[in-house]
């Protein structure tokens, strides 16, 4: 073996293994990302629901104590009512205490438990006057135990605080490893496309006769690197949706958590979104590791991908003062992986979130219409729709932002959605009055009876 037949293989060696690198790691990122979120959904959120609950109770009870002593009649019924009260605190506390603790939390128990403790002697102290019927008696201990109760209110916050700090330092890492993690794999597919020329270079010195097949090997290389590259840079643009609608329901937790109902809705958009993430991650890694090319068995209908979009981005709509509505509902199947079509519908419904705020009507309608060999996606907002000087032709290409663009993007989405959807082959477009704007896509149909459905 010559001196350039081993520099082939040395070189050829550290692409693969740039190229196999680069997806190692993705997935090792992917894995921390999805352990932090567990970790908030499993721990910093059911816990500042539990305090959040336990708090309520608190007060709810001072409320019941406060109006036995103030009511002269017989204090039986008022008994059973603060006798039940108590029971739901300790109930609250109990589920809490299940949950696992943050480094400092155990601290903070220790000092809520020593707090419950001593609103149990002020709280026994009134109970047993009232059970006498001296009432003087058991107001005396009134103020007793609005101290104690406020002790105990204090305590309960510092365990929130805890949780909600966690919760925040959660959010950051993962804000974090998917930074680094962009930044590793555009290196590690950088490195691959300079060995892969240089590779390529050595091939041409060693054998002019192999020089076409040569070079076809180093176009295959190059596209393949920049698809790479290109993907990466677009998955991490696709995960930022999902994971600012489950920072903004952490953030609807953390203010209204005393509301049982709406915490418990929160919490399952939370999850919802987590879903989603985890769904586009693995359908994005998946269609680029094939090539861009779709999987054949695939199949999903619209209307759920849909459904399950519009939930996701649900509190994004809520804090935009707009609605999310499915209007046509086609029930049809097409021939698309569920986290490929999950990412184009939040790409385009996330655009259109966007450009609906400081809009007098703020909606965005999603329509699925059954066209026979195909199904028509479209998506519509109550937005300023695009300047005059747009292009609809340019909107769809890679790193184009429209000249009234909004936010910090950079302009990956329209492209990933037009990658994704003429890969299989769909179509793209897009139309606009002063209105609104409307951007549409099609995917063909998937036959009844069609044993991938």
């Known amino acids: 073996m010559t001196v350039v037949d081993r520099a082939l293989v040395t070189s050829f060696t550290a692409v693969v293994l740039a190229f196999v690198g680069s997806t190692i790691y993705g997935e090792v990122r992917a894995g ?13 959120a059911p816990s500042i629901r539990r305090l959040a609950n336990a708090r309520a109770e608190l007060r709810r009870l001072q409320l019941l104590v406060h109006r036995a002593l103030d009511d002269g009649s017989p204090a039986g019924a008022h008994l059973v009512e603060i006798g039940a009260g108590r029971s739901l605190l300790d109930n609250e506390l109990a589920e809490y205490q299940r949950l696992p603790m943050y480094p400092g939390e ?95 270079f050595l091939s041409v010195r060693a054998a002019r006769a192999h020089a076409r097949a040569v070079r076809s090997y180093q176009r295959a290389a190059e596209e393949r690197a920049a698809e790479l590259d290109n993907f990466a840079g677009r998955m991490a643009h696709d995960v930022r949706t999902p994971l600012t609608a489950l920072m ?29 993430t985890t769904k586009i991650i693995e359908g994005l890694l998946d269609f680029a590791r094939s090539g861009a090319r779709p999987e054949m068995a695939a199949a999903v209908s619209v209307l759920d991908v849909a459904t399950q979009v519009s939930t996701v981005m649900q509190p994004r709509a809520e804090q935009a003062g707009a609605a999310v509505i ?9 021939g698309c992986s569920d986290g490929a079509l999950s990412s184009v519908l939040s790409n385009l419904v996330g655009n259109a979130l966007t450009y609906v705020e400081g809009a007098a009507v703020r909606n965005v309608t999603i329509d699925i219409v059954d066209q026979g060999q195909e199904v028509l996606t479209e998506i519509s ?73």
């Open 32 to 44: 921390k990302i999805e352990d932090e979120a567990l970790k908030i959904q499993g721990g910093a």
């Open 106 to 200: 155990e601290e903070a128990w220790q000092d809520i438990r020593a707090a419950v403790a001593r609103l149990d002697t002020d709280l026994g102290t009134i109970m047993g006057g009232l059970q006498r019927g001296d009432v003087d008696a058991a107001r005396a201990n009134q103020f007793d135990l609005d101290a104690a109760a406020e002790v105990l209110a204090e305590s309960l916050s510092r365990g929130i605080d805890i949780n909600v700090a966690a919760a925040a330092t959660g959010a950051a890492s993962i804000r974090t490893t998917r930074r680094h993690g962009l930044w590793w794999a555009v290196g590690l597919d950088g490195a691959g496309t300079i060995l892969a020329g240089f590779a390529a």
């Open 248 to 276: 903004l329901t952490l953030g609807v937790i953390e203010r209204v958590g005393v509301e049982d109902e709406r915490a418990r809705r929160a919490l399952g958009r939370a999850q919802a979104a987590l879903s989603q």
């Open 326 to 334: 499915i209007g046509s509902r086609s029930c049809a199947t097409v």
């Open 381 to 453: 907002d109550t937005g300023p729709g695009l300047p005059p000087s747009s292009s609809i032709e340019t909107l769809f290409d890679p790193y184009v932002r429209g000249t009234n663009a909004r936010g910090k993007g950079l302009g990956l989405g329209l492209a990933t959605v037009k990658r994704i959807v003429e890969a299989h082959r769909g179509r793209v477009g897009a139309r606009s009055t002063p209105g609104g704007c409307t951007f549409w896509f099609t995917l063909p149909r998937q036959p009844e009876g069609n044993p991938s459905a």
